[in-house]
């Protein structure tokens, strides 16, 4: 496939490559019980009907081949699938995703699944959630039940979406449920029996999942730079390094340190930007600095991030020289109403992600996310950051009706 940049270059992707978009359940779904169900965003948005891709899900394959994609990177919903630990699977729900698979087949579309995106079962979370070890054999057996049945339809298979992302902003920043704040030794628990489930389930993924095609499975690990604004100043590196050491470097290492590299056949890169600190003070919208700071910086930044093209060759070449396995951006796009302001974001991304393939890197695919305007978690559907500070997002119980 061949891609054209801002200069109207003509950029030729080695053949295979797989170009997709990507979604997640609780994001478009709707009609779901997870511990979303009754969450209110700060924009007093929920998830309930969100994009209602649960009945509409043959447009979304519709879109996907009109967009000239071949690929979708998609996740199945835990709770939909199991009423209790080790149950077995609800047959209904499997057919519908069977359904969804079908048509994805016809339509010459590869799905990448995904199995776990920042939700759980209710019961999963009464019991603790991540971290409670007893999760660990309870998704280990879904996982195990789900590949049996769906082994001749998929062969990539994506454990976890950004570990990192989910156990920060739901024990230490307090913003997903259960909206706990600074509690690192659970931020480190549940990232630590992720890996352990990664690791597990994988074992069943290469051992169960062959049918036909060699299965792959990797976690998607959002990779974001932390830099100082002054290199100088400790005020700006003491964060960055402090974010860099617990978002990157121990999470990549509990996924792929050691003997667990082993475990997955390919990396899930989400690359989006960098946050760069100033007086301790992260400079992005996503965490509440006032737009105007952030332009006074000279920060390009979308509603969320700073911007930063070149990081995207940073990261493919570390990775590859670490750990030497096939990588798929599994998602990256930009969060901003301004059509231009997107299209250049990407065009400079593809355009530093081909030179990397040039240089070497194995990349075998590219997922823009997301393949449409969805619940953005905390931030409700307007993504009104700026009044986001971690604080705001209330979560009042209220009755779900379907
Ligand atoms: C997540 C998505 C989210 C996106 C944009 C990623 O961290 O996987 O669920 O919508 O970033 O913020």
New binding site residues.
Partial sequence: MKISTMNERILSFPSGFLWGA?T?PT?VEGHLENEWTNFTAIDGGNCRIACDSYHRYSEDVEWLSQLGLNAYRFGIEWSRLQSAPFAALNQNELARNVDLLDRLRTAGITPMVVLH??SDPPWINAAGGWTNAATIPAFVDYVGKLVTALKDRVFIWNTF??PD?YACVAYLLGGFPPQRKWKLGQFRKVVGHMARAHAQASRIIRREGLAGRKPQVGI?K?WTFFHAYKNFSLWDRAPAFVCHYTFNKFVLDAFLGGWRRRASTFIGL?Y?GRVRFHHFRAMIP?SGTPIKAIKDFGFVCDD?VERYPEGMEKILAYLRRKFRLPIYI??H?S?SADENFRERDLKQNLAALHRSIQAGADVRGFFY??LMD?F??Q?GYTKNVRKYNGSSATNPPRPFKP
């Fill in positions: 990507a997640s994001q995106h920042f979406n950004e992302t998607a959002n989400n989006y996503a969320m599994t998602e796009g969060a996310w997301s969805n953005e978690w931030f």
